[in-house]
């Protein structure tokens, strides 16, 4: 007869409780530890609201005196009530200890999680700043919330200095933005959660549109060609055919060569001839004859509104797998989070910085016009 043993891997979750568990338990076990814990450790940072309010209860009873399992089992009683106190969880709390503990160590450990979870929970404000930028049509809230989350991303980095007793400059946060530092906690990513819910997703074959729309606009008026460069590099747009016809654009601008239809159809047909299958030349045609009556601001609106909707979403799901990537460190993961900000704010430079008085034109409308005129005029 075979027995078959179940291997049941270390759950993440109950390392993490353990964590705290034993945080908790040390800071009781030696009081005296608590100055230099609470600097740098927030009851934010602790993933169980439970031991979150424990936490609370002890800096609150630091100056008073009686932080011993005893008296902290009556301070919880009277703050949560007999019921949520849950004595009996209290007491497996203090049996999971490790015995000579070392809180420091302990509440270094929870701290690296709160902050991976504080880091990763900035992704959803970028994502639903940048639905607001692309809404409405102007950077002015991309931009500001890329602040909040760079000053954010500075906090994370200076309590992990602090708790590790590594150097790093004082963060000062403009007076104009503190208080929504202070505000990106659970509510203010609830509510980003909400406003995207509330918001159709993303819709790949109007994105596709609109860059079809804008090399065409790009071809017919090559002055434009460097000023979009400078934020979109050809690496950007997922259709293969669509960039190459783009990227050869920008390299026959930068060589100072003409621009027009014939000249990038035929570099372009040069630069695929191994590659990704190009648009067809009447594709192109009817890119460039469109492109050529558009409103170049609004075309390039519409392609930075989805580029900047674009790079949130990547953002927010690397900093999310960045976070829960053990192997990362805390300082990377801060690194990773500029990055996208950075990349954020370029793009963003391209819609206007307040909103315009006027809606912009629907572009499939303007494109369907187009197309009715020129079979008219055929």
Request: glycine fraction near 6%.
């Amino acid at each position: 007869m075979t027995t078959t043993t179940v291997v049941v891997a270390m759950r993440h979750d109950d390392v993490v409780r353990l964590a705290e568990q034993s945080t908790l338990g040390a800071l009781m076990l030696r009081p005296d530890t608590l100055t230099s814990v609470r600097g740098w450790l927030r009851p934010d940072d602790f993933a169980d609201l439970w031991h979150a309010q424990l936490y609370t209860a002890l800096l609150e009873r630091q100056h008073v005196g009686g932080l011993d399992p005893n008296s902290m089992a009556a301070v919880l009683v009277d703050r949560l009530g007999m019921r949520a106190a849950d004595l009996p969880r209290f007491a497996r709390l203090l049996g999971v200890t490790p015995p000579h503990p070392d809180p420091l160590a302990y509440a270094r450990m929870v701290l690296d999680g709160g902050l991976r979870r504080e880091a990763a929970g900035l992704g959803v404000l970028l994502r639903a700043a940048a639905l607001n930028a692309a809404v409405d049509r102007t950077a002015a809230p991309l931009t500001t919330t890329c602040s909040i989350v760079d000053a954010g991303l500075e906090t994370v980095a200076a309590r992990w200095a602090s708790a590790t007793g590594q150097p790093h400059d004082d963060v000062v946060v403009p007076l104009h933005l503190r208080a929504a530092v202070r505000n990106t906690g659970l509510e203010a990513r609830t509510a980003a959660d909400r406003y995207l819910a509330a918001h159709p997703p993303r819709d790949p074959d109007a994105e596709l549109a609109h860059v079809v729309l804008l090399v065409g606009t790009l071809v017919a008026h090559p002055d434009l060609v460097p000023a979009v460069a400078d934020w979109l590099p050809a690496t950007r747009l997922e259709h293969p055919g669509w960039r190459t016809i783009y990227g050869t654009t920008i390299e026959l601008t930068e060589l100072g060569h003409r621009v027009d239809v014939a000249t990038v159809a035929w570099a372009a047909h040069q630069h695929a001839h191994h590659g990704p299958h190009l648009p067809t030349l009447g594709d192109l045609q009817s890119a460039v004859d469109a492109g050529r009556f558009a409103y170049p601001a609004e075309v390039i609106g519409a392609v930075a509104a989805d580029q900047v909707r674009h790079l949130a979403d990547i953002g927010a799901a690397h900093l999310r797998a960045a976070a829960a990537n053990p192997a990362v460190l805390v300082g990377d993961l801060v690194d990773a989070g500029h990055t996208i900000t950075t990349a954020l704010r370029s793009t963003a430079a391209a819609l206007p910085s307040r909103a315009p008085a006027r809606q912009p034109a629907d572009l499939s409308a303007r494109r369907r016009a187009i197309g009715d005129t020129q079979a008219v005029s055929r």
